[in-house]
């Protein structure tokens, strides 16, 4: 095979950032087509990738005749809707099951509306990938990978130009980890350029790999390549029958599929190899956390529309209820249209999340409602002629059994109290904690089987439940049969023990850790600081007061008020009947600048490496360094006791940045408030 240098012509654009969506619909979206649109008529073998499905969207609603000229240029090879997905996400901060929809859906769209469809992750400016990338990439039909973000901050350097990158299940995508800069120009030469020339020579060298990948182009305000640029590569084009290097305008993808077909399986298996994930060293650390909003809301709005999928599916199936795809499609979408890379990571200016935010609050009442209805369909299917009270479902989406504490509302006139059964008449350890007039709240144990609808038995009673509660709760404790927990004088939770393992898990309190933080002045919104986290926390926060919110019969909690300057940390610490975990809520009513606010705990299990969540499998990582010390996980991270005999684990709803300092303990960050302020 001829040695060959793919120019990938495209126009990355930041659908928000420095500006709104409002600014990218009247100016740069349309851009990108109008600009495009005389070099396809000047240079028959131009070539232009682009990616986001939701742009294109935006296109055909807002510019009807630019979207069908684009859709003709489709037809005729000369344009490309690249890179697969819906938008040009984040890939660290989003469930494994939003990167699917954003593959799913963004493919839909251009199968649906151009007939074709891509078969890479085209990420040109993102910040950090994830080892679940590579496996949900191949789970998806895709076999390719590109960006340029590497040479940004890579924990690991850039691995290769061109090869393959394994997953975490064992599956690899052909990745080009190095097409350099998006805004590259090329003035007088492809062949000549010296980034090309280096890297094609060096693979062929090293790997016996005849081609090497590289962008022109503009970006982040989208248009088009310089015309500089393409007529260069068009006449180089034009000169390959006379030279020993072929150039080719190529799409995305193109690189990918020619591997995968031109090369022989001896080249193919000289291909270099990376197993592992390419997070960024500090470049993107600070966005696990920068405007939390984002964060809490993402993951609200992952799991409860998924729920509503699954509980709609069944009453589908169950009962002939409508599955009302469009709407839930809608929800998703709308969700991961913010999973941009400038978006979730917290990196657009403020004006951006007015919009944004709302749009979460949309999708979360949606999907709410389409749960509510579909477990009220499902309950209908129950019979409830045995039940002497007023009928109750409580729905279970997840994949196994779970006993929980339930919490609801009842107003009934003339009630003076209820106990909880379930359908066979077996009472349920439960509580009234509070009556206003009519209106009770109840708390009681419930265990529902995996993705069903359980009903239960709510019976007005005279006297309360006398089932005995193994919970034990004072101002400085709280107990069942499996754990005790132990609270300070300073209102920090100072020892969790473990009764089934007859072990303590902490060596000392688990307390808000607060750094006085100057964070990064170029990027304050992206970036954390190494050696500013690398020291021992300034400040701690100081108990204001502890009271018994609740002491029922299948949960006990005690609500915690803490302050620290002008910040005010309410906690709520909850233990079940029977659980096995302690649960902790907390509210911060934030006011520290210059301030880096982390959760730290630490456990009695010792180890040099701390395991993290995924969401598609496990990655252990060592403790800091300096090239890997801020990083993301999915719901928990843990410690496993190098003796193997117990983990410890924590998990959280919505943060996903950890740091490692020791082998004892693990942070959770909370709060990034860096003095340099980012935009507005």
Same mark, same amino acid.
């Given at each position: 095979?001829?040695?060959?240098?793919?120019?990938?012509?495209? %126009?990355?654009?930041?659908?928000?950032?420095?500006?709104?969506?409002?600014?990218?619909?009247?100016?740069?979206?349309?851009?990108?087509?109008?600009?495009?649109?005389?070099?396809?008529?000047?240079?028959?073998?131009?070539?232009?990738?682009?990616?986001? $499905?939701?742009?294109?969207?935006?296109?055909?609603?807002?510019?009807?005749?630019?979207?069908?000229?684009?859709?003709?240029?489709?037809?005729?090879? @000369?344009?490309?809707? +690249? $890179?697969? %997905?819906?938008?040009?996400?984040?890939?660290?901060?989003?469930?494994?099951?939003?990167?699917?929809?954003?593959?799913?859906?963004?493919?839909?769209?251009?199968?649906?509306?151009? $007939?074709?469809?891509?078969?890479?992750?085209?990420?040109?400016?993102?910040?950090?990938?994830?080892?679940?990338?590579?496996?949900?990439?191949?789970? /998806?039909?895709?076999?390719?990978?590109?960006?340029?973000? #590497?040479?940004?901050?890579?924990?690991?350097?850039?691995?290769?130009?061109?090869?393959?990158?394994?997953?975490?299940?064992?599956?690899?995508?052909?990745?080009?980890?190095?097409? @350099?800069?998006?805004?590259?120009?090329?003035?007088?030469?492809?062949?000549?350029?010296?980034?090309?020339?280096?890297?094609?020579?060096?693979?062929?060298?090293?790997?016996?790999?005849?081609?090497?990948?590289?962008?022109? $182009?503009?970006?982040?305000?989208?248009? +088009?390549?310089?015309?500089?640029?393409?007529?260069?590569?068009?006449?180089?084009?034009?000169?390959?029958?006379?030279?020993?290097?072929?150039?080719?305008? +190529?799409?995305?993808?193109?690189?990918?599929?020619?591997?995968?077909?031109?090369?022989?399986?001896?080249?193919?298996?000289?291909?270099?190899?990376?197993?592992?994930?390419?997070?960024?060293?500090?470049?993107? /650390?600070?966005?696990?956390?920068?405007?939390?909003?984002?964060? =809490?809301?993402? =993951?609200?709005?992952?799991?409860?529309?998924?729920?509503?999928?699954?509980?709609?599916?069944?009453?589908?199936?169950?009962?002939?209820?409508?599955?009302?795809?469009?709407?839930?499609?809608?929800?998703?979408? !709308?969700?991961?249209?913010?999973?941009?890379?400038?978006?979730?990571?917290?990196?657009?200016?403020?004006?951006?999340?007015?919009?944004?935010?709302?749009?979460?609050?949309?999708?979360?009442?949606?999907?709410?409602?389409?749960? !509510?209805?579909?477990?009220?369909?499902?309950?209908?299917?129950?019979?409830?002629?045995?039940?002497?009270?007023?009928?109750?479902?409580?729905?279970?989406?997840?994949?196994?059994?779970?006993?929980?504490?339930?919490?609801?509302?009842?107003?009934?006139?003339?009630?003076?109290?209820?106990?909880?059964?379930?359908?066979?008449?077996?009472?349920?350890?439960?509580?009234?904690?509070?009556?206003?007039?009519?209106?009770?709240?109840?708390?009681?144990?419930?265990?529902?089987?995996?993705?069903?609808?359980?009903?239960?038995?709510?019976?007005?009673?005279?006297?309360?439940?006398?089932?005995?509660?193994?919970?034990?709760?004072?101002?400085?404790?709280?107990?069942?049969?499996?754990?005790?927990?132990?609270?300070?004088?300073?209102?920090?939770?100072?020892?969790?023990?473990?009764?089934?393992?007859?072990?303590?898990?902490?060596?000392?309190?688990?307390?808000?850790?607060?750094?006085?933080?100057?964070?990064?002045?170029?990027?304050?919104?992206?970036?954390?600081?190494?050696?500013?986290?690398?020291?021992?926390?300034? @400040?701690?926060?100081?108990?204001?007061?502890?009271?018994?919110?609740?002491?029922?019969?299948?949960?006990?909690?005690?609500?915690?008020?803490?302050?620290?300057?002008?910040?005010?940390?309410?906690?709520?610490?909850? #233990?079940?009947?029977?659980?096995?975990?302690?649960?902790?809520?907390?509210?911060?009513?934030?006011?520290? &600048?210059?301030?880096?606010?982390?959760?730290?705990? %630490?456990?009695?299990?010792?180890?040099?490496?701390?395991?993290?969540?995924?969401?598609?499998?496990?990655?252990? =990582?060592?403790?800091?360094?300096?090239?890997?010390?801020?990083?993301?996980?999915?719901?928990?991270?843990?410690?496993?006791?190098?003796?193997?005999?117990?983990?410890?684990?924590?998990?959280?709803?919505? @943060?996903?940045?950890?740091?490692?300092?020791?082998?004892?303990?693990?942070? &959770?960050?909370?709060?990034?408030?860096?003095?340099?302020?980012?935009?507005?």
């Amino acid at each position: 095979m001829k040695p060959r240098i793919y120019t990938i012509a495209t %126009a990355h654009l930041d659908t928000s950032w420095n500006w709104t969506l409002e600014k990218t619909l009247e100016e740069y979206l349309p851009k990108t087509a109008y600009e495009n649109f005389p070099l396809f008529e000047k240079y028959p073998k131009y070539k232009f990738s682009f990616e986001g $499905g939701y742009r294109y969207e935006l296109l055909e609603e807002y510019y009807p005749l630019y979207f069908k000229r684009i859709k003709e240029y489709i037809e005729k090879g @000369r344009w490309f809707p +690249a $890179g697969s %997905a819906w938008e040009n996400g984040d890939v660290n901060i989003p469930s494994p099951e939003a990167l699917f929809r954003n593959f799913l859906y963004g493919n839909g769209y251009f199968k649906e509306k151009f $007939g074709v469809t891509s078969k890479d992750v085209f990420l040109p400016d993102c910040f950090g990938f994830g080892w679940a990338l590579p496996s949900v990439a191949r789970h /998806a039909n895709l076999i390719g990978f590109t960006t340029q973000k #590497l040479t940004w901050s890579s924990f690991c350097s850039v691995p290769f130009d061109i090869g393959k990158w394994y997953g975490v299940d064992g599956s690899f995508v052909y990745a080009s980890f190095d097409t @350099r800069g998006y805004q590259k120009v090329f003035k007088k030469s492809v062949r000549k350029n010296y980034m090309a020339a280096t890297k094609l020579w060096s693979n062929i060298r090293k790997y016996n790999l005849p081609l090497t990948a590289i962008f022109h $182009g503009v970006g982040d305000r989208e248009g +088009a390549p310089r015309e500089e640029s393409v007529k260069t590569v068009v006449r180089e084009i034009n000169e390959n029958k006379n030279k020993n290097t072929d150039v080719v305008s +190529a799409f995305s993808d193109e690189v990918f599929r020619d591997i995968d077909i031109l090369l022989s399986d001896e080249q193919k298996n000289s291909l270099p190899l990376y197993d592992g994930e390419l997070v960024s060293t500090n470049h993107g /650390a600070g966005g696990y956390t920068s405007r939390t909003m984002s964060k =809490r809301l993402n =993951r609200q709005n992952e799991m409860l529309i998924e729920s509503a999928e699954r509980l709609s599916l069944a009453a589908m199936l169950l009962c002939g209820r409508k599955y009302n795809e469009k709407m839930l499609d809608i929800c998703w979408k !709308r969700v991961i249209a913010h999973q941009f890379h400038d978006d979730i990571t917290g990196t657009s200016i403020i004006d951006c999340y007015k919009r944004n935010w709302n749009d979460y609050f949309l999708s979360l009442a949606q999907a709410a409602e389409e749960l !509510r209805d579909a477990v009220g369909t499902l309950a209908e299917l129950v019979d409830t002629s045995s039940f002497k009270g007023m009928p109750v479902a409580v729905c279970n989406s997840l994949q196994f059994n779970r006993t929980q504490c339930v919490y609801l509302e009842i107003t009934m006139p003339g009630a003076r109290g209820f106990r909880v059964f379930d359908h066979n008449s077996k009472e349920l350890m439960s509580t009234v904690t509070k009556k206003d007039g009519d209106t009770f709240s109840i708390s009681f144990q419930a265990s529902v089987k995996p993705l069903s609808v359980t009903l239960f038995d709510i019976r007005k009673a005279s006297e309360p439940c006398k089932l005995q509660s193994p919970l034990k709760v004072s101002k400085n404790h709280l107990e069942n049969d499996n754990i005790k927990v132990l609270i300070d004088q300073n209102g920090d939770i100072s020892s969790i023990y473990d009764k089934n393992l007859n072990k303590e898990l902490l060596i000392k309190p688990v307390s808000f850790a607060l750094f006085d933080y100057e964070g990064c002045y170029g990027y304050a919104a992206w970036e954390m600081v190494y050696e500013q986290i690398s020291v021992s926390a300034q @400040r701690r926060t100081h108990l204001k007061n502890i009271e018994i919110v609740e002491n029922g019969k299948a949960a006990a909690t005690l609500k915690i008020t803490k302050s620290c300057a002008d910040s005010l940390f309410t906690q709520f610490v909850t #233990l079940t009947a029977s659980g096995k975990s302690v649960n902790v809520f907390n509210e911060v009513d934030w006011r520290c &600048l210059r301030t880096l606010l982390k959760l730290e705990f %630490a456990f009695t299990a010792a180890n040099k490496n701390a395991l993290y969540d995924l969401g598609l499998g496990i990655i252990e =990582r060592p403790n800091n360094t300096k090239r890997r010390f801020e990083v993301p996980a999915q719901m928990w991270a843990a410690i496993q006791d190098k003796s193997g005999e117990y983990t410890a684990y924590v998990l959280s709803d919505s @943060r996903i940045g950890w740091d490692k300092p020791n082998d004892n303990t693990l942070r &959770l960050t909370c709060m990034h408030t860096p003095r340099h302020w980012y935009r507005k």
